[in-house]
């Protein structure tokens, strides 16, 4: 059965190709810092988004219209899978990603619920013998259960933590089974809303924990993906625990958890959190623990997690200064975890979206690989720092310097000469290499 009848595959066809489901810029197999376009770029297909989302929100029903809708439970959910190979067939897309509440229908007990997981699971692997889409990462949803209200592993009740363990051992297990490349922690009701109501330590004691036994079950299974954290800042918690990738890093050093993490990082949420894209992109690199990547956008004018498919190119650009500096993302990818607006109903608009994003990135990883290769950035920046190459900067640098010895040096300054920043200048330089690198593909 097919459930993409209007769409026969999308390839590359060049700037010029006026064909809305065609890539205009992203070649597979056109050469970014000396790989393959698809093999640096490693993009996904969220599962939830792409297959299950409806169109709902806080106002309307659901919108969207999929033909495998007419079925129910497991019929339903064996009808995406049947979908979304179909999907990434015809996008000729790498990797996907998902939660289990994604794949399979919860029952009635949580045995059954690991039935449906089992059973879902397996269809997954046979469709996987033929494809060449393998799993990036799953995780577990716990969130959306009322379970779940006041956490998973930071819940006061310890029925919850229990069961939040059960299920991230069957995620461990589906995994592995499935070949992820990584494992992402779910985040999103790790926090709290009052402090009048919560014992934070116990709370941040008790993740801690809850990551701890993970680890140690991986590898007794033999599990060797790369754990991933996913920062959400105020999705849905005021106070959340793991609010951006600095906060996140500090409670992964308190607990002796660094060497087992990175991060994947998301732009809506860095928007969220009061940051670009960039920044958190870039707290991650130098600190070693850039892992992955939800490539999605927001909307600054609302305060929500909007998941919008990236289009914005000088985003994109910075982002991939980023990720080409980090040597690539590893076994991560850029995952869209962004779904199309609810006005956007056909199916056809899934195909239109990725599109889209995929061809913004590629555009993005151009104008940043110029932007390497040129050091036109970098070399601003190590002149502006350029005092500390020398004399008592080095001194500094090289911790050879204290207070006496800077007092000294301070008390025979006559002048201090500050250099311009020149953000404005180098702004126009940014936009002059997004100019030339859509020029030089029209070329």
């Not at 190709?17 to 810029?25: D, G, H, Q, R, T």
């Not at 988004?49 to 659901?62: I, R, S, V, Y």
């Not at 958890?257 to 690199?285: C, M, P, S």
């Amino acid at each position: 059965m097919n459930y993409f009848n209007n769409v026969n595959g999308v390839k590359y066809e060049g700037p010029d190709s006026n064909n809305p489901l065609a890539f205009k810029y992203y070649n597979p197999e056109e050469i970014i810092n000396g790989r393959k376009m698809e093999d640096i770029l490693r993009f996904a297909v969220s599962y939830w988004h792409t297959f299950t989302a409806e169109g709902t929100d806080p106002f309307g029903d659901g919108t969207m219209i999929r033909s495998y809708d007419r079925f129910s439970g497991m019929d339903l959910a064996k009808a995406r899978v049947e979908a979304s190979f179909e999907f990434y067939e015809k996008l000729n897309v790498p990797f996907f990603c998902f939660h289990d509440a994604d794949i399979a229908p919860e029952g009635n007990t949580l045995s059954e619920t690991f039935k449906n997981l089992d059973e879902i699971t397996a269809m997954m692997k046979e469709y996987m013998k033929s494809s060449k889409t393998k799993l990036l990462w799953n995780t577990a949803n716990m969130f959306s259960h009322p379970r779940w209200l006041h956490g998973a592993a930071t819940a006061p009740n310890a029925d919850v933590f229990a069961y939040a363990a059960a299920k991230v051992k069957k995620g461990l297990e589906i995994g592995k089974e499935l070949g992820a490349e990584n494992y992402v922690f779910w985040g999103g009701r790790e926090g709290y809303e009052t402090l009048l109501n919560t014992n934070m330590k116990l709370e941040l004691d008790n993740l801690a924990r809850f990551f701890h036994m993970a680890i140690d079950y991986a590898k007794e299974i033999g599990f060797d993906a790369q754990f991933l954290i996913e920062p959400k800042p105020k999705e849905p918690t005021k106070h959340q625990y793991d609010f951006d990738v600095a906060t996140s890093l500090s409670f992964l050093q308190s607990y002796g958890l660094k060497d087992y993490f990175k991060f994947n990082i998301e732009a809506n949420h860095a928007t969220l959190a009061g940051h670009t894209f960039e920044h958190e992109l870039h707290t991650a690199r130098i600190n070693g623990m850039l892992g992955s990547v939800d490539a999605n956008q927001g909307d600054t004018l609302l305060g929500w997690d909007t998941d919008e498919f990236p289009t914005d190119i000088y985003s994109t650009a910075l982002a991939m200064v980023e990720i080409l500096k980090n040597d690539g993302l590893g076994t991560g990818g850029l995952n869209f975890d962004a779904k199309v607006r609810r006005g956007s109903f056909d199916p056809e608009d899934l195909f239109y979206a990725h599109i889209a994003g995929m061809d913004t990135f590629a555009v993005g990883a151009k104008v940043a690989q110029r932007l390497i290769e040129d050091k036109v950035l970098d070399n601003f920046i190590a002149d502006r720092y350029s005092s500390y190459t020398e004399g008592i900067g080095l001194e500094i640098v090289e911790g050879r310097a204290d207070f006496r010895k800077l007092e000294k040096h301070a008390l025979h300054l006559e002048k201090i000469e500050n250099k311009s920043g020149r953000q404005e200048q180098l702004k126009a330089v940014l936009n002059k290499y997004i100019l030339e690198a859509y020029a030089s593909v029209k070329a």
